[in-house]
């Protein structure tokens, strides 16, 4: 699965506008909530001047940054929601440009709202599994019971983060989920002035803001939140960048780029990405053993160039 954030915020706290200040995408922005609208799904591509570098000593004819997917639904209610139980992390946005602003109050109704949806869909869940359960099967006998106590615990207004047990696989929690918060308005993440510069070249757009991008303040509570950090692969055809977690290994680096090098994963050869570009060639580091030869288990460091050794 390609990580995906998903946007939470009331109405009109400028979700659509993030969306398209992160992805491009272009989706239309209305000054109302209309019942109309629907989700928007888009891509949001990690800039990264590293990438530029190691294409550019390898010769790789195609450069692909690594992208993030990006899901916008409107409104907070439960089945709006529902599409961000597959997100790695959620943006909470709010309104911080209006005459009416308050942002505290807004994150407060946001975290309510999911505090909420998520009791509705154990109750849901509960109900499922109870009918199941007439079968007499002990694993969901054991799921009923869970949940049951899951209830009584969301009902009392602990949110499904303060569960100290186990949950069942199968939830998919909103609450569990890493929340960033964004205030959107002139000082915060000024979603307004990044749809104005969508249009510019990147370093002209830049001369325009007083700081990072929108998307650049993304990635890098991504990086806090999640660990996110990036891995490199580079060919003539080809130089890409791929988003990985902290701690996650060369078999999970494998499966990102395609189920089939994690399955005929053999081993993988790893270079840091500056003694690649220092050396000049894939060649060249190797010839100064800078290029290690690594198994399955090996943790990916953020700026790896991997090679992935398999047989299908
Ligand atoms: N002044 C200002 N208006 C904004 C900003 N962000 C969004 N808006 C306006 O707020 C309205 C709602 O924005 P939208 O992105 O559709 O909000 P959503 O309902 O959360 O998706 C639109 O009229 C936007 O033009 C901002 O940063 N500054
Ligand atoms: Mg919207």
Redesign the pocket.
Known sequence: MPLQVGLV??????????FNALTHAGAE???Y?SVSEKANLGVATIPDGRLDEVARVVGSRKVTPAAIRVM?V?GTGGSLVAGLRESDALLA?ADG??PESDPARDLEAIRLELLVADRDHVERRLERVRKEAKSGDPATRQEVDLLEALLVHVEAGKTLADWTGELPSELEPLTTKPLIALV??PGGI????EVELAELPPEEAAEFRDGPSVLDQVVAHLKDALGLIVFFTAGDTEARSWPLRQGQTALEAAETIHTDLARGFIRCEVIRWHDLVACGSHAEAARRGLQRLEGKNYVVEDGDVLNVRFNV
């Open positions: 915020g009331l109405s009109n706290s400028g979700k659509t506008v993030l922005v209305t000054a909530a916008d409107p946005v440009f209006s959107n308005g000024d979603g307004k002035l």
